[in-house]
């Protein structure tokens, strides 16, 4: 075989956080970038991949869906949405209902937009970071005593032997407490809440 007749394919990693029943294949960095960002929004209870065609028959294998206070939604995540025509719009509306969900389709442009990507990629960034127990405990006690506050008014309160943010953004990956990354860039002034 010659070296020209190799296909290129990208490697496919996997996407798993304390929302999620299953790991999701990704292919693409728009998904890893969607997935992280609902990972931490505090809206979506719990993120579904669709393995098999058993829970939502509507549904190809390898869909992703958001249940999230409002509902549940099947995420698509696309360079451009595409453009589809009222027929089609209602007949897709129609199969989604059918099964409970709705469309949350997000293009590019939404998912990269800034503060909210760079914030999300910095937290997911410490997915890896040990946090120990005693300071898991000091964090949980701390945010259950002060209410939301600041990560650097919650590093006075809870006086962790490690690196508070990392801590914090760490945690948040394991859906264990909650940031407010959405409007401005994260920092030691970033809002910490408890999850519920």
């Known amino acids: 075989m010659r070296r020209t007749q ?17 790991s999701i294949p990704v292919h693409r960095p728009l998904l890893r970038d969607a997935l992280q960002q609902a990972s931490l929004d505090s809206s979506v209870r719990a993120i579904h ?3 098999s065609e058993t829970e939502w ?6 869909e992703v869906v958001l249940d999230r206070c409002d509902g549940r ?4 995540a696309c360079q451009t949405r595409a453009r589809r025509g009222d027929e089609e719009v ?6 989604l209902e059918r099964h409970g969900l709705r469309l949350l389709e997000r293009d590019a442009s939404d998912i990269q937009r800034e503060p909210l990507c760079s914030n999300a990629r910095t937290v997911w960034s410490y ?12 964090i949980a006690v701390a945010l259950e005593e002060g209410g939301p ?11 962790p032997t490690c690196d508070i943010f990392a801590a914090v953004c760490a945690l948040a990956c394991e859906n264990l407490l909650g940031l407010h990354i959405q409007h401005a860039p994260l920092g030691l002034r970033t809002i910490v809440f408890g999850q519920q």
């Open 149 to 159: 506050q600041s990560i650097l008014e919650l590093e006075e309160r809870a006086r």
């Open 90 to 95: 209602a007949l897709m509306a129609y199969a």
């Open 73 to 76: 939604f099947l995420l698509r």
């Open 57 to 62: 028959p509507c549904l190809s294998v390898g």
């Open 6 to 22: 190799f296909s290129h394919q990208t490697a496919t990693s996997f996407f798993i956080s304390g929302k999620c029943d299953l």
């Open 49 to 51: 991949y669709q393995d």
């Open 127 to 138: 997915v890896r970071y040990n946090v120990s127990i005693a300071d898991r405990l000091r």
